[in-house]
């Protein structure tokens, strides 16, 4: 699920308040640079058109959409937060994106990867069940950040942001946590991470509201569009600017599919979609395994945020 602006991780890093000793327990685990085993789908096809096997979706046609109001978060409107009920960013297990991200340096030009999967671990934050999707920054094969964000549907299809933490590694060892944060822990706020029926000119919203280290907000600021990226073009895209700095691109049945600064000058850095695959069950297995053992290091790490809250599991 990306210090503004944001290329790599949408909340800012807040290290010195969680940051630890790599000597810590259990920090000393190599964070596996891919799965396994993962079905690709061609450059023609959306991971959107095959569900993994034994998971219900929620359906985009039965929803009567109605955009959040940040500020009426409720409980009550929240079910099982596995599926396609918004079809900017679906939350389907086993679905993954890999993204080339681009980082000008005066001269240079600095190539990474991104890899967004969701899984199929679910975590009960502030009353709500989440599902968990595992971020993760690969540099010169080797994961150098790896995150969790806390997304989870209510029933109108919008999509609510609650929480998130980051590692980051040197060589494939643990270094620090550099985020973390959970809605309900220490004031935090749940935000929208994406409309259920995004329109250009709507008002903006928060994304997400951390006391002490920042507000997120964002606008719809384009509808429409074609976008081209390596992996295909597409004709009816939708651009969400977050806090006037960035643009993030969005395709239905896709999620994202491009970030690209709003900004001059400094090191430009840009995303961009490269392709979309449905893991296969061992796959998945593996991500989710992942997925488990970082919320479960939070508990050392970020103890004071995460420390009470309930522990991950996979869903049945």
Same mark, same amino acid.
């Given at each position: 699920?990306?210090? *503004?602006?944001?290329?790599? %991780?949408?909340?800012?890093?807040?290290? #010195?308040?969680?940051?630890?000793?790599? /000597?810590?327990?259990?920090?000393?685990?190599?964070?596996?640079?891919?799965?396994?085993?993962?079905?690709?789908?061609?450059?023609?096809? &959306?991971?959107? &058109?095959?569900?993994?096997?034994?998971? &219900? !979706?929620? !359906?985009?046609?039965?929803?009567?959409? $109605?955009?959040? @109001?940040?500020?009426?978060? @409720?409980? +009550?409107?929240?079910?099982?937060?596995?599926?396609?009920? @918004?079809?900017?960013?679906?939350?389907?297990?086993?679905?993954?994106?890999?993204?080339?991200?681009? *980082?000008?340096? =005066?001269?240079?030009?600095?190539?990474? %990867?991104? %890899?967004?999967?969701? /899984?199929?671990?679910?975590?009960?934050?502030?009353?709500?069940?989440? $599902?968990?999707?595992?971020?993760?920054?690969?540099? #010169?094969?080797?994961?150098?950040?790896?995150?969790?964000?806390?997304?989870?549907?209510? %029933?109108?299809?919008?999509?609510?942001?609650?929480?998130?933490? &980051?590692?980051?590694?040197?060589?494939?060892?643990?270094? @620090?946590?550099?985020?973390?944060?959970?809605? =309900?822990?220490?004031?935090?706020?749940?935000?929208?991470?994406?409309?259920?029926?995004?329109?250009? =000119?709507?008002?903006?919203?928060?994304?997400?509201?951390?006391?002490?280290?920042?507000?997120?907000?964002?606008?719809?600021?384009?509808?429409?569009?074609?976008?081209?990226?390596?992996?295909?073009?597409?004709?009816? !895209?939708?651009?969400?600017?977050?806090?006037?700095?960035?643009?993030?691109?969005?395709?239905?049945?896709?999620?994202?599919?491009?970030?690209?600064?709003?900004?001059?000058?400094?090191?430009?850095?840009?995303? #961009? *979609?490269?392709?979309?695959?449905?893991?296969?069950? +061992?796959?998945?297995?593996?991500?989710? #395994?992942?997925?488990?053992? *970082?919320?479960?290091?939070?508990?050392? /790490?970020?103890?004071?945020?995460?420390?009470?809250?309930?522990?991950?599991?996979?869903?049945?």
């Amino acid at each position: 699920m990306t210090a *503004l602006p944001r290329p790599r %991780r949408l909340v800012v890093a807040v290290a #010195a308040a969680i940051c630890l000793a790599a /000597t810590s327990a259990g920090c000393d685990r190599q964070p596996s640079s891919s799965p396994s085993t993962s079905a690709v789908a061609g450059p023609a096809a &959306t991971a959107s &058109t095959a569900a993994p096997a034994g998971k &219900t !979706t929620a !359906t985009t046609t039965a929803l009567r959409r $109605v955009n959040a @109001n940040p500020d009426r978060f @409720n409980r +009550k409107d929240f079910g099982d937060p596995i599926g396609d009920a @918004n079809p900017w960013l679906p939350l389907l297990p086993g679905y993954q994106s890999v993204q080339d991200g681009t *980082l000008f340096r =005066g001269r240079r030009e600095l190539h990474h %990867r991104r %890899r967004f999967t969701v /899984t199929d671990v679910v975590k009960r934050v502030d009353g709500v069940r989440t $599902v968990l999707v595992l971020d993760q920054d690969i540099d #010169a094969g080797q994961v150098a950040e790896q995150a969790l964000d806390y997304f989870a549907q209510d %029933r109108h299809g919008n999509v609510w942001y609650l929480g998130s933490y &980051t590692e980051s590694y040197e060589g494939g060892q643990f270094v @620090n946590a550099t985020d973390a944060w959970l809605a =309900g822990v220490n004031g935090a706020i749940p935000g929208v991470a994406m409309m259920a029926d995004p329109k250009k =000119g709507m008002p903006g919203y928060i994304q997400a509201s951390i006391p002490g280290r920042e507000t997120i907000h964002a606008e719809v600021a384009k509808v429409g569009e074609r976008k081209c990226v390596p992996f295909k073009c597409f004709s009816d !895209t939708l651009a969400i600017l977050e806090d006037g700095t960035e643009f993030k691109y969005y395709a239905q049945g896709v999620g994202g599919i491009a970030t690209e600064p709003n900004y001059s000058g400094g090191e430009q850095e840009k995303e #961009a *979609l490269l392709n979309v695959i449905q893991l296969t069950p +061992k796959g998945l297995s593996e991500a989710s #395994a992942e997925a488990l053992r *970082l919320d479960r290091h939070a508990r050392n /790490t970020a103890s004071a945020v995460f420390g009470n809250s309930a522990p991950a599991k996979r869903s049945p």
